[in-house]
Each structure stands twice: as C-alpha cells, then as structure tokens.
C-alpha cells in the first residue's frame, strides 16, 4: 500500500511539473505575441507620421548676400619654443656637473691629505696637484660658461627656424583658403546670374537633402531663368489601405480606410512632393523666377499627368501659411482633375509659353533620384 501511495504521489508531480512547463511555454509564447503586436504597431504608426510629415510645407529662400564676403583667415599666433632655451642650457650645464665635482673633490681630497699627512714634502706635492686641479676646474668652468652660451645661440636659431616653419605654413594654407574662398565666391556670382553649371551644381546638393519616405524621381529642365520640374510620382501602393489601433489586450485591431480618406492622403502626399521640390529649387537658385512643375505617375503603356501646377516666384512663400499641400495648389491654381471620392484623373501638363519654339539643346537638364 506504501509503494502504491508513494508512484501515486510521484505520478501528480510528474503531471504537475508538466502543467507547469506549459503554463510557462504559454506565458513565453504569449509575450512574443505582444512584443509582435507592439512592434508592428509602432511601425504602422512610424510610416503614417513620416507620410504625414511631407505635408510640412516651408519656404526658406537662401541668403547668399553674406556668401559673397571672403571669410577672413585666422591670424597666426606662433608657438612659444622658448622653453628650448632652459631645456639646452639645463643640458649644457648637468653635462659639465662630474668634471667639476670631481675636480673639486680632487681639491678637498688634496686639503685632507695635507692635514693628516703634514710634512714638507706632502706639503710640496699636494700644493703642486692642487693648483693643477685648480687650473682645471678654472677651465672647465669656462668650458661650461662657453658651453652655456653656445647652447643657448643653437636653440634660439632652432626657435627661429621652427617659428619659419609654421610661417611658411602657416602662408601655404592661407593661400588654399584664399583660392578656396575665391573658387566659392566666383560659384556664387555664376550662380546668382544663373550660369547652368553653378545652378545643377547647386539644386544637386541642396534637393540631396531633401528628406522623403518614398522614392521619387525627378527631371528638372531649365531655360530662360524657368525651371520645368517633372515629378515622378510614387503609386498609391505607399498608402496604408488599413488604420491601425492597440487594444488594451494588446491585440491590433485593423480597419480598411475609407475610399475618400485613402484618396486624400494620396492626394495630399502628391502635392506635398511636388511643393516641396519646387520650393527648394525657387529657395536655392536666386535667378530662377516661376517654377512650372508637374506629378507624373508612370502606366504600363504610357504616362500621365495627374497634377500640374506654376508657382511664381512672388507667391511661394505662401506656402509657409498653407494648412495642407491640397490648399497650397488651391492657392496657385493647381491643375487637376477628380470626382467625389478624390480619385485623380489624367489632366494636360502645364508648359512654360517662353520655351514655345526654343530649341531643345538649349534647354539645360539634370535628372536626381530622391528617397532617405
């Protein structure tokens, strides 16, 4: 009966143990799940902020007025190798510390000698070796003395000739500085009279900045101080099709967006694209007047013109007071086309009337690739 009570009570923990086990794989399992969840949540969250944030619309027109003054260069201030002169005189003097210690130790030595072994003839010879060693350290003192100064004349020329050195330096990087700064203030003048090679330059470098969530490409034609900007759109692809919220169970509840909603938010981040390359373009370029740009989406078999709008160059700044991009090409009578649900149809692209019979090798180019 004992035997029977004891596998019995060793059978429960058996099955306890196990219970516990997966109990604690439910728990593991369970906690993955959430940190999912959590995840894919701020993810969903992160893309609609970033898709929202093209919509911040500003217009900063570059101040090249304090650019075309040549930044001074720094003046010299030449190291101070003074402490040369007490490191060599130190030197010189620690090199002749033996020879005249010793010789006075010879002299003292002699002086002891004479007192304890007095007599004439130790008299005779310890005063003859006295004034020997007193006729050397008399030397070897102005040996010292000669050493002194001789050590001393070379580290003020080593000073001088460090101090040449740092000139000669010092004038070799001031004449790069001052090449430089000529270089960049001739780049800003062929820029400011809208010289097409400072202008790619420039829109390369500053449109390289420009910050989107979505890859966009980009064709800029200018001529006669007019900038063409075509804007290859991105599809509706980029727009989440689904609002994402978090329970407080930690599940994620998904909900289709309505068609109008989804529309607008295509819409919105369209326009937004396209206002803020033409606004670093106009900002960045002083010589270019109204921007004429267009939002191209490529098709299978051709492509079509969705948004087409001119900005002057007087009115940009306005966007700075735009509550959206949609308001914004309101207010520079944008060109486009849609029903009630925002569905953007095909409409004829807007086409600067200067360049009417121009010819096209005239027109200067510059193709970019945008996504950060």
Avoid at 148 to 161: D, L, N, P, V
Avoid at 180 to 189: D, V
Avoid at 311 to 338: D, H, M, W
């Amino acid at each position: 009966m004992l035997a029977r009570s004891d596998e019995t009570t060793s059978t429960r923990e058996k099955d306890k143990n196990k219970n516990n086990e997966r109990s604690e794989v439910r728990y593991f399992k369970g906690e993955e799940q959430f940190e999912r969840w959590r995840k894919e949540f701020i993810q969903h969250q992160d893309n609609e902020l970033k898709l929202a944030a093209v919509s911040k619309l500003s217009y900063e027109p570059a101040n090249y007025d304090s650019l075309l003054v040549q930044e001074p260069f720094p003046e010299l201030v030449l190291t101070d190798h003074s402490y040369l002169i007490g490191k060599a005189v130190t030197k010189a003097q620690d090199s002749y510390n033996y020879p005249i210690g010793a010789r006075i130790a010879i002299i003292v030595s002699l002086v002891v000698i004479l007192v304890i072994f007095f007599s004439p003839i130790v008299l005779l010879i310890s005063a003859a070796l006295a004034v020997a060693a007193a006729v050397s350290l008399y030397f070897t003192k102005k040996d010292r003395e000669n050493a002194i100064i001789g050590a001393e004349q070379e580290a003020r020329e080593e000073m001088a000739r460090r101090n040449e050195q740092e000139q000669l330096v010092y004038q070799e990087k001031k004449r790069q500085h001052e090449v430089k700064e000529t270089s960049r203030i001739a780049l800003i003048q062929q820029l400011l009279t809208g010289e097409p090679g400072a202008v790619r330059a420039r829109l390369d470098e500053a449109l390289s900045h420009l910050k989107l969530p979505v890859v966009v490409e980009v064709d800029i034609d200018f001529y006669a101080d007019i900038p063409f900007i075509k804007v290859w759109l991105p599809t509706k692809a980029v727009i989440p099709k689904q609002t994402c919220e978090m329970l407080p169970s930690g599940r994620l509840q998904f909900q289709d967006k309505d068609t109008r909603v989804f529309n607008k938010q295509y819409f919105e981040l369209c326009g937004a694209v396209i206002l803020q390359i033409v606004s670093i373009v106009l900002a960045n370029i002083p010589a270019f007047q109204d921007a004429y740009a267009a939002g191209i989406i490529k098709n299978e078999l051709t492509d079509d013109c969705i948004l087409s709008v001119k900005v002057p160059k007087e009115e940009v700044a306005s966007i700075n007071r735009a509550s959206s991009a949609i308001a914004a090409l309101q207010t520079f009578s944008g060109i486009y086309e849609c029903d009630t649900a925002l569905t953007l149809y095909p409409v004829e692209m807007l086409y600067p009337p200067e360049w009417e019979d121009v010819d096209k090798q005239q027109v200067r180019s510059l193709k970019l690739r945008i996504f950060k």
